[in-house]
């Protein structure tokens, strides 16, 4: 059988192993083309995925620098899309859409898009990417066996976030393994190790959950309300004011006191009451956000309320306190995904409409 014109190879690449390489060099094999999508691309950094985008493409082309020259390697990103599959794979479906009509032909025209081309899905056995086949049956299958399948970027990064890092180099290309060692000198890893430390500790203090919160979705003139988180997990991210429900506490209650406590929203006379507060929530609007990773805390399940304020030129004052470093109103365009913490920004984006 004559080669497939493209295969699509769909990853995380927390960090690149040599499985991940594997996998790409025996594919080259069968295919003209080899799309790669590094996924996860637009969160902020925490110990599941402490590697930007660009850092991941970086060691992709370090271990493939011959077929990127050559234009055999094509690596794009993809965003996660926690509560919407069908957003995902829309997305999955106009990348690999454009790169093959750019690459295939360089924009030139064509009868039938994609059905000019023979496109493979690929992965590492069977299972591997099954789910992935179930979203793109208009894909054929390519799996690939290995001998690299006893261990995973999750191994990888339990044994590099500790007091004394261990960079395995013996499962890292040359030019990956260089890269955690110039990594794990940097303030940014000392970052992500403490907070490594505190989600290894929680579950000891406070259990694995299920735990209840209330998050705020605070808008006015388009603007939002955020905070700045003051500690671990996710120091220094933007969050949604919000935080545990109480024992004897309303779901809906626990919103407006965190929304209080954490802002103290105010008017021209004062601090807003809580009945007035509420006043503001569109009941409606209410969704509960469940994505079983949402958070790497333990379990988390948080109600967000939409608070929409009367529009005006002047906005509410904030403060921040309680365990928020600041409380600011933000542009909604002035936000991107990696500058919020955990799924918050796939909250606001279905909450705000965006």
Not at 60 to 68: G, N, P, Y
Not at 282 to 300: K, L, Y
Request: proline share 5%; hydrophobic share 45%.
């Amino acid at each position: 059988m004559s080669k497939f014109d493209f295969g699509v190879f769909i990853g995380r690449f927390q960090p690149l192993h040599i499985g991940h390489e594997h996998v790409i060099a025996r594919t080259l094999e069968q295919v003209e083309r080899l799309i790669v999508l590094v996924g996860s691309a637009n969160v902020a950094r925490d110990p599941r995925n402490p590697f930007t985008y660009d850092e991941r493409e970086a060691m992709l082309r370090s271990a493939f620098r011959h077929e990127v020259a050559q234009g055999r390697l094509i690596i794009a990103p993809i965003d996660d899309h926690v509560y919407s599959d069908t957003a995902w794979v829309a997305q999955v479906q106009r990348t690999v859409r454009a790169l093959v009509l750019e690459h295939g032909n360089g924009h030139g025209f064509q009868n039938h898009g994609l059905r000019d081309f023979r496109v493979a899905l690929t992965g590492y056995g069977k299972d591997a990417s099954s789910f992935y086949l179930k979203l793109f049956p208009e894909w054929e299958n390519l799996q690939v066996d290995s001998q690299y399948g006893t261990f995973s970027s999750s191994d990888v990064r339990v044994r590099y976030f500790q007091r004394i890092a261990e960079v395995p180099a013996s499962i890292l290309s040359a030019g990956v393994a260089d890269f955690l060692r110039e990594f794990m000198l940097g303030d940014m890893f000392k970052a992500l190790l403490e907070e490594a430390e505190f989600l290894a500790a929680y579950p000891a203090q406070w259990g694995k959950g299920p735990f209840v919160t209330a998050d705020a979705v605070v808008v006015q003139s388009g603007h939002i309300l955020l905070v700045e988180r003051g500690r671990a997990p996710g120091k220094g991210l933007l969050a949604l004011p919000g935080g545990f429900v109480n024992p004897a506490e309303r779901i809906r209650d626990a919103a407006i006191r965190e929304l209080r406590e954490e802002t103290a929203i105010s008017d021209g006379k004062g601090q807003i009451p809580p009945a007035m507060l509420a006043s503001f929530i569109e009941d409606a609007r209410t969704r509960v956000f469940d994505a079983p990773n949402r958070s790497m805390r333990g379990r988390i399940i948080t109600h967000a309320f939409l608070f929409r304020l009367p529009e005006r030129r002047k906005l509410f004052s904030v403060k921040g306190g309680d365990d928020a470093a600041h409380a600011q109103w933000y542009r909604f365009g002035d936000l991107s995904p990696e500058m919020l913490f955990e799924d918050h920004w796939a909250i606001i984006e279905e909450m705000a409409d965006l």
